[in-house]
């Protein structure tokens, strides 16, 4: 159980286009999602916070219209990289909150498997 | 500020010896988890922690989560060469809109 699935696993664009990435819970409902961005060898960095029917909450130094975030079903999120450039190339992992597992309380996390994205 | 201290950051051991990575804080968690990672694929849950004081076992993996539900322990008998990889913690705080804060990460590796 508590599967998320991410696509694309990668994506290769030219500077200028826009680049969207899907996140889906396969086995369980997901009211908040969350995106994060990595570096080589790094921890994670969080984005924003992606709630189903809202708007989402971003952090700080992230550009809402640069980073587009639609959470637009219990199972479903995207991000939009907007008219990317080099700087954007990174490794973008989502994430789907569980609350419930079983009969305990436990409020985990569940990553999908990530998306490399280059921009030439 | 970093709220989840995470240590150490590397570490290079042969296999078969054990190891311990410890994540500590000042912050009260609901829940904490660990997770490995393997280069260029997401993190994958080994554990979530709720209760104060509670071990759990995973094979050759001990987590213990700290009487307080402020800091927590990885303890790995007889290390693998499987088991190099980047292991995060994670502790979820009630007040913080359901986000994590994530420790920096432990990078292992295990030398066969």
């Known amino acids: 159980g508590a599967v998320v699935s991410q696509h694309p696993s990668w994506v290769i664009c030219k500077s200028g286009t826009s680049v969207k990435i899907e996140c889906r819970s396969l086995?369980?409902?997901?009211?908040?999602m969350f995106w994060y961005r990595q570096f080589p060898k790094k921890s994670l960095m969080l984005m924003a916070t992606s709630n189903e029917g809202s708007k989402a909450t971003y952090e700080q130094g992230v550009e809402k219209d640069k980073f587009l975030i639609n959470h637009a079903s219990l199972t479903l999120s995207t991000l939009t990289v907007t008219s990317a450039h080099p700087e954007d190339s990174s490794f973008y992992i989502c994430?789907?909150?569980?609350?419930?597992?079983?009969?305990?309380?436990?409020?985990?996390?569940?990553f999908g498997p990530g998306t490399r994205l280059t921009v030439l | 500020t970093q709220l989840l201290e995470q240590s150490p950051q590397f570490l290079s051991i042969q296999e078969g010896e054990n190891l311990t990575v410890y994540c500590n804080s000042s912050?009260?968690?609901?829940?904490l988890q660990w997770y490995r990672q393997e280069p260029g694929e997401g993190p994958v849950l080994l554990v979530t922690v709720v209760t104060g004081g509670e071990v759990k076992k995973l094979k050759r993996l001990t987590f213990q989560f700290g009487d307080a539900r402020k800091d927590s322990s990885l303890h790995i008998t007889a290390a693998q060469p499987g088991d190099t990889g980047l292991y995060l913690c994670a502790g979820a705080i009630p007040t913080n809109a359901g986000k994590s804060t994530f420790g920096d990460g432990t990078t292992l590796t295990v030398k066969p």
């Open positions: 912050s009260v968690f609901s829940s």
């Open positions: 086995d369980f409902q997901a009211t908040t």
């Open positions: 994430s789907a909150r569980a609350l419930v597992s079983g009969r305990r309380v436990t409020d985990t996390q569940y």
